[in-house]
């Protein structure tokens, strides 16, 4: 194990590495930057000092370099006017809409959206692991049936239009104020008892948005990969030998039915970023997605690419500790393919 | 009695690996002012890839030899993680397979054998009394020549003295035509490690 982790490590640098490429790539592929916009209005409303400014603040942001030398000093792997100062040394760059250093507007949002998204996980694993293990143990049961509608139910509604019912039902019957993260007085202020009794209050109806359509997905795949477990024929020869059921459940059919459980960590937390920003769109959520998606409109190029470079960051992790979870799990050979000697 | 050890060929892989992984981050922290957080991340990846290394270079010194009683495993380092254990001794034995790819494909499989009692060989028996302090178990990857006589002759071992054998170790014996490839096999009909 002690091998494959140190393997499955070296495999992230040159995946984040890519990854940090892709991102600055894409954010610099639409003609022009925000400045050169900025100056364009500037001169057709008159502005003669627009070309020398731009030039001024083009040679300032390191605009006018290679985009090659803009990425590495972006990284913070090559010096720039002020040394080396990208990412590596926690400087994410400025922001050319906000006029604010990234780091200063990004905190709080990246925070909550690794809350927002982490929460949405135990939540969907907390519920779709006892159904999905009760629907196959009772299969074709009424709670059976009642589970696997629910679960469709939830796999076919969008989640936009959950989130409206969600806000609503809680608007009427429990009063929490529409929208938000956190009441409005908690706004900007250091985190505290009742700031935190609020963020938890106004989680529920994301974490329940976000979460539906993977918990209903990962009771179906639980469900369906415990049946198939429980039945071949190893199972039939311990019950017959008198194996009670629980055990038997337990030890050898649950464990062989939790490794596509385990492996969807990955899949699920790119899934659930995604889903997240249009949920965060329609419910006023101060996390990641609505910022990014202005950053991208207006190529606010250091904003947007701090934002993508930490969600797939965040993909590439989670894909880590799925990876190290199966590997400990499910350590076997798959048939058709051969170990190297 | 037959003799293996990893050669040079074999583990050049594992000391670029380890290399790499103790110079990149080393230089990162060397030559630029990284922030608390990263240099800290840093830190602990020149740690893991440095042992990592040192772990690689144990095993070049490594010598292991397998005869009809058991197996025994010497080590470069004086007999401080040096093994021994006897068949008719061991009380697990499992066949695990990692891969990197998501396909699962051009990976490696490790046999972890587990003794009741362990003893120092012969030669370190005066560095080692009683043999236990080292806890037991002896793991090799399948890069070392001869790793399927290995397993062979451990899970002949294991068959013997009806040790339990896992749904893993089973699938991946079947994958080197040893067993049945059965979960339940060996469950069914034998005694389970304590």
């Given amino acids: 194990m002690f091998t494959y982790f140190t393997h499955r490590v070296l495999v992230m640098i040159p995946t984040l590495l890519v990854i940090s490429v892709i991102t600055f790539i894409i954010i610099q592929l639409p003609p022009g930057d925000y400045l050169s916009n900025q100056m364009a209005e500037m001169i057709a409303s008159g502005d ?5 400014k731009l030039a001024f603040l083009r040679q300032e942001f390191g605009l006018d370099r290679p985009m090659l030398e803009q990425y590495a000093v972006w990284l913070g792997i090559w010096p720039g006017n002020n040394g080396f100062s990208g990412i590596l040394q926690g400087n994410l760059g400025w922001s050319f809409e906000y006029n604010l250093p990234v780091s200063e507007i990004v905190g709080d949002r990246l925070f909550l959206s690794l809350v927002l ?23 074709y049961s009424i ?6 509608f629910i679960g469709y139910i939830g796999l076919a509604t969008p989640n936009f ?38 963020i938890c209050e106004h989680m529920v109806v994301p974490v329940i948005v976000i979460g539906t359509s993977g918990t209903a997905g990962m009771i179906r795949r639980l469900r369906a990969n415990l049946l198939d477990e429980l039945q071949k024929q190893y199972v039939t020869t311990a019950r017959a030998k008198g194996l009670k059921s629980r055990r038997l459940l337990l030890k050898y059919p649950l464990r062989m039915a939790l490794n596509p459980f385990v492996a969807d960590i990955g899949n699920l937390l790119p899934q659930m970023i995604s889903g997240s920003a249009i949920v965060a769109v329609v419910m006023s959520l101060p996390t990641s997605g609505p910022m990014l998606v202005s950053a991208l409109q207006s190529q606010d190029q250091y904003l947007a690419g701090s934002f993508l470079l930490f969600l797939a960051a965040l993909t590439v992790f989670g894909m880590f500790i799925s990876d190290l979870a199966l590997a400990a799990l499910d350590p076997r050979i798959r048939l058709g393919s051969e170990a190297s000697k | ?58 095993r070049h010194g490594t010598v292991l030899t397998v005869d009809e009683d058991g197996i025994r495993q010497e080590g470069p380092m004086g007999g401080f993680l040096d093994r021994e254990i006897r068949w008719s001794e061991m009380r697990d034995f499992r066949l695990r397979y990692y891969s990197t790819q998501r396909d699962r494909k ?21 560095a080692n009394p009683g043999g236990s302090a080292n806890g037991g178990v002896i793991r090799m990857d399948s890069i070392l020549p001869g790793f399927d006589d290995i397993v062979r002759q451990a899970h002949d071992a294991a068959r013997r003295h009806g040790l339990a054998i896992d ?19 060996a469950n069914t009909n034998a005694k389970s490690p304590s």
């Fill in chain 1, 143 to 148: 709670g059976d049936h009642a589970m696997t």
């Fill in chain 1, 161 to 198: 239009l959950l989130a409206l019912i969600l806000l609503f039902l809680a608007k009427k019957h429990f009063g929490v104020s529409i929208g938000g993260l956190m009441d409005e007085e908690f706004i900007g202020v250091d985190m505290s008892w009742g700031k935190f009794l609020s």
């Fill in chain 2, 167 to 185: 749904a893993n170790t089973a699938t991946n014996l079947s994958s080197l035509g040893l067993g049945t490839g059965d979960p339940g096999q």
């Fill in chain 2, 1 to 58: 009695m037959k003799s293996y050890r990893y050669p040079v060929k074999a583990l050049a892989a594992d000391y670029v690996r380890s290399a790499i992984g103790v110079l990149l981050p080393a230089a990162l922290m060397l030559f630029t002012d990284l922030v608390a957080f990263i240099f800290y991340s840093m830190a602990a990846l020149v740690l893991l890839f440095a042992g990592y290394g040192l772990r690689t270079a144990w």
């Fill in chain 1, 48 to 52: 003669r000092a627009a070309m020398e």
């Fill in chain 1, 117 to 139: 998204n982490f929460t949405t996980m135990l939540f969907v694993y907390a519920v779709s692991f006892p159904i999905g293990v009760y629907t196959a143990v009772r299969q």
């Fill in chain 2, 106 to 126: 051009g990976g490696w499989m490790q046999l972890i054998l587990r003794g009741t009692a362990t003893r120092a060989p012969v030669k370190h028996a005066a």
